[in-house]
T-cell receptor, first 118, second 114 residues
Framework: EPEVTQTPSHQVTQMGQEVILRCVPISNHLYFYWYRQILGQKVEFLVSFYNNEISEKSEIFDDQFSVERPDGSNFTLKIRSTKLEDSAMYFC????????????????FGEGSRLTVL | AQKITQTQPGMFVQEKEAVTLDCTYDTSDQSYGLFWYKQPSSGEMIFLIYQGSYDEQNATEGRYSLNFQKARKSANLVISASQLGDSAMYFCAISTPTDDKLIFGTGTRLQVFP
C-alpha cells in the first residue's frame, strides 16, 4: 500500500539552528500539507501546497518556515532558526484530491518527524 | 472559522464492549466533510472513517461507524467490539470548501482494558 514517508523520524537540534524535515508524498498525489502536534496537544495545520506554491498557511507558519518541492518527489519543511517552542511532532500529509467536500480525498499522513529543540 | 469540539479527554471501555467518542462541529458552510483519525502511542495518524455533509446514510468501516446527527452538528465515532489494540488517541476533524485543510479537535484518549 502506498504511503507517505518522512525523514528523519527524530531530530534533536540546538536553538537557532536550521532544520529541514523531508517528506516523500504518495506519487500521484497533488496536494501536500504540513501539520504540527506539540506533545499532548492537538494537530495543528501549518501549510498547504499545490501546483508548486503555497495554497494557504496558518499564523504559526511565520517567516522562519518555508516549504518547497525541489524535485517533484520530495516535499520539505525548513525552519530557519529554531526556537524552543518549535519542539513538536511534524506530520506531512498528501492527498490525490482536494480535501474539500463533496469531492473529498482522503488525507494520508506520514509517521511524523519528532523535532526536539534544546 | 470551522471548529471541532471533543469534550471527552479520556474514555475507558472494556474489551468487546462498544464505545462512543463524541465530536461536535461548528461551521457556516453547508458542505463539509468530517473525519476521524486514530493516533496510537507510536504517533502516526491513521485514517478511520469519513462522512460527507450530504451523505444520507451514516458512514461505516468495519467496526467503526459514524453517528452523524446534522441538526445537532455532531459526528460521534462508535467503535463496536473494542479490542486492546484500539487504545489510542482519536481525533475528529472537519474540512469545508472555505478551508482546504483539516481542522482537528483536541482528541480523546481511549483506553481498552481486558
Amino acid at each position: 500500500e502506498p504511503e507517505v514517508t518522512q525523514t528523519p523520524s527524530h531530530q534533536v537540534t540546538q536553538m537557532g539552528q536550521e532544520v529541514i524535515l523531508r517528506c516523500v508524498p504518495i506519487s500521484n498525489h497533488l496536494y501536500f500539507y504540513w501539520y504540527r502536534q506539540i506533545l499532548g496537544q492537538k494537530v495543528e495545520f501549518l501549510v498547504s501546497f499545490y501546483n508548486n506554491e503555497i495554497s494557504e498557511k496558518s499564523e504559526i507558519f511565520d517567516d522562519q518556515f518555508s516549504v518547497e518541492r525541489p524535485d517533484g518527489s520530495n516535499f520539505t519543511l525548513k525552519i530557519r532558526s529554531t526556537k524552543l517552542e518549535d519542539s513538536a511532532m511534524y506530520f506531512c500529509a498528501s492527498s490525490a484530491k482536494i480535501v474539500v467536500p463533496p469531492d473529498t480525498g482522503e488525507l494520508f499522513f506520514g509517521e511524523g518527524s519528532r523535532l526536539t529543540v534544546l | 472559522a470551522q471548529k471541532i469540539t471533543q469534550t471527552q479527554p479520556g474514555m475507558f471501555v472494556q474489551e468487546k464492549e462498544a464505545v462512543t467518542l463524541d465530536c461536535t462541529y461548528d461551521t457556516s458552510d453547508q458542505s463539509y466533510g468530517l473525519f476521524w483519525y486514530k493516533q496510537p502511542s507510536s504517533g502516526e495518524m491513521i485514517f478511520l472513517i469519513y462522512q460527507g455533509s450530504y451523505d444520507e446514510q451514516n458512514a461505516t468501516e468495519g467496526r467503526y461507524s459514524l453517528n452523524f446527527q446534522k441538526a445537532r452538528k455532531s459526528a460521534n465515532l462508535v467503535i463496536s467490539a473494542s479490542q486492546l489494540g484500539d487504545s489510542a488517541m482519536y481525533f475528529c476533524a472537519i474540512s469545508t470548501p472555505t478551508d482546504d485543510k483539516l481542522i482537528f479537535g483536541t482528541g480523546t484518549r481511549l483506553q481498552v482494558f481486558p
